[in-house]
């Protein structure tokens, strides 16, 4: 059995990556990565579900053993991917998302060299403005700073393995699943299937 | 506008490779490059759709010229694609297919570092001689030399960027549209519409 792929997805704040994944996710070959976080958990929040809700200690202690695959902190509390749960997926030869903000794509990309990572544009800024406005959850401060940040990281776009747009759902899914697929078909994943083709004589 | 992909195809004869192609050209946003031979075209076979037929002497200028990209000889007439249409065509940002057996996907490849190879397996050798003996058509020699043949290619199939299997038609033609659209979306490929979206600002 060949490992599983780690595949490291970042977009932008507004570009659809969350129903996007969710949709990939329903096929049921490809797991998601939990990150695990010292903040309490909100109502309604499931442990191991939303997050793996661990103390400080714990999370400091991850970070001492090469424990993480990549961590930051925001307003006090510690956020990161525990790397064990993801390494054991994949060498059960599952596939693994980790949706993840470019700061921590890069540091994944260093530690992990053999993770595919693909970046979701949005169709244009304007496009994403609607977007943000058309949830109507934000004020106009809010939108703003988002835009902003989303310029900052699509400039990083550049780094990643793939870059694709989400211009129509069915087609950003499609897309999606397309690279997925290809990847698993890359000799690295399929060269076995020589010797048991030939050994099938 | 970005290139083109050029995309070299190889499976052993009985592998399905000609139907998952013709699926796949339906989609008309690839190409097929038609080879080039000096064999005299065979009843119904239409030049430029079939082969392009040409003379001893403009073959030999060809080879000369660094006009083709691989070629070979076989039975005292040559074989082999030539350059200038398939860059015309990747210069036109048009992907091209090359349907073409081990020996000469391994001069292009070389000749063609940014090329995309796949090779297409049978689920088994069994399956394969099924196959090959359900056409009807062939002897008992001939199948038996086309499946030692076959066996030879397949251990160059290491050889390849992306290795699949023909178990059923719809799911391998899947498989190379998948792995087509990955391509397109790779970095390389995607990377201008970076500035697109943040010059729509």
Known sequence: MSKGVLFIVSAPSGCGK??????ILKSGNIYYSISATTRSPR?????????????KEEFEELIENNGVLEYASYCDNYYGTPRKPVEDMLNEGKHVILEIEVQG??????KCPDAVSV??????MKEL????????????????KRLSQAEDEIKYAENYDYIMVNCELEKAVNDLAA????????????????????CNA
């Open 43 to 55: 109502p309604g929040e499931v442990n191991g579900v939303n997050y793996h809700f661990i103390s």
């Open 18 to 23: 969350g129903t996007i994944l969710a949709e």
């Open 119 to 124: 970046f979701i544009l949005p169709p244009s």
């Open 129 to 144: 403005e609607r977007r943000l406005r058309k949830r109507g959850t934000e004020d106009n401060d809010v939108i703003k």
């Open 105 to 110: 794509a890069l540091k994944v990309m260093q």
């Open 179 to 198: 690279i997925i697929r290809a990847e698993e078909l890359k000799k690295e994943n399929t060269i076995n299937l020589i010797d048991e083709v030939l």
